[in-house]
């Protein structure tokens, strides 16, 4: 009964961080499903969808399409009116789709030969976390890629689920990217193999920055704004989020005096942990963990549900828990005293 949540909804899936990355990256995303994938994306996995629709089409699967698999799909594009300046197209898959085995590799071939546009398979399911479908994106994107001369510092790991545009815009000026991946445009990313290192924006993108690193011999960090401060040792804080921002965050405290330790229920990396950082495996483990000392909790607002009275709290949503829910409820991180 560990895995039973009765609290937390589920979390942002990897076909909808697939799906960002790919518009991001200036791709026509093509969602596999029969219905409602397409609409919990838009709804809940978006957070920019009312100012910047468009680039998602849905591939809307049916009862004889399951049954008999004859469908040709091809004919769904040539009735389209692809954009001229669309990069590449990305399929990302549903639990449906991966269940029936859709051949989207075929499909990727195909669109190439008649279309003359790239197109890639990610292999998302549904059943993972939008950092897994980070992950696959950014693998995949990668091979269709062209080649280029160097691009300077390169940011990895970009999400609308956990950096907001002012945000972005302040970092990437923080740091003097040359491009953004996901976030960049295809054609811009040429040099990215060639990049002269590359910041992490999340550690969804490790196994993307590993691939730079035995590859193209190009370094990699997490990216962490100004000086780094060390840590008093008593850390009565606990910053439950993603962990490259949580990291951020526990940076800011220690300027101020305070320590923390981080906990997420996402991609826990060695690379970036610190001891006392945990990797969370249930809601009961959370309550278990902040009962074991802490006096204060930094995270999103259904957290709260989950923390004993006693214990303080200091919201910070995070649209891959809890969607729109709170999004505009959002802190700074210069505002944590």
Known sequence: MGR??????????????????????GGLAVIC??????????????????????????LELNEKDVIFGDRDWMEEFRNLDIPKDTGFIGFVHTPVSSLVGIDTDIMCRRLKKEFG???????????????????????????IVPEGEGSGTALLGFSPLEYTAEEMSAISADVRAAVTFPGSD??????????????????????????MRSKFGVEYEAFMPGTKAEGNGDRQILVVGEQVRSNVIRNELRHKGVDADVATFFT?????????????RSEEHLTELVSSGYK??????????????????????????????FWNERIGIDSLG
């Open 117 to 143: 546009i790239p197109a890639v398979s990610i292999e998302t399911n549904g059943y993972g976390t939008y950092h897994d479908g980070m992950a696959k994106a950014m693998k995949r994107i990668l091979e």
């Open 33 to 58: 499903c029969p219905n409602g994938c397409m609409g919990n994306y838009v709804r809940f996995d978006e957070p920019r969808w009312a100012e910047l629709p468009g680039n998602v089409l849905q």
């Open 4 to 25: 039973l949540y009765s609290t937390l909804p589920l979390f942002a899936t990897d076909y909808s961080s697939a799906a960002s990355a790919v518009r991001d990256c």
């Open 268 to 280: 826990l990396s060695d690379s970036f942990s610190e001891e006392g950082d945990l990797k969370v």
């Open 186 to 211: 295809i054609r811009v990313l040429s040099g990215i193999r060639n990049a002269e290192r590359n910041i992490l924006l999340s550690s969804s993108a490790e196994p993307f920055a590993r691939i």
């Open 296 to 325: 204060c909790v930094i995270g999103d607002p259904i957290f709260r549900g989950l923390v004993p009275e006693k214990v303080s709290f200091i919201p910070d949503p995070q649209a891959a828990v809890s969607g729109r829910l």
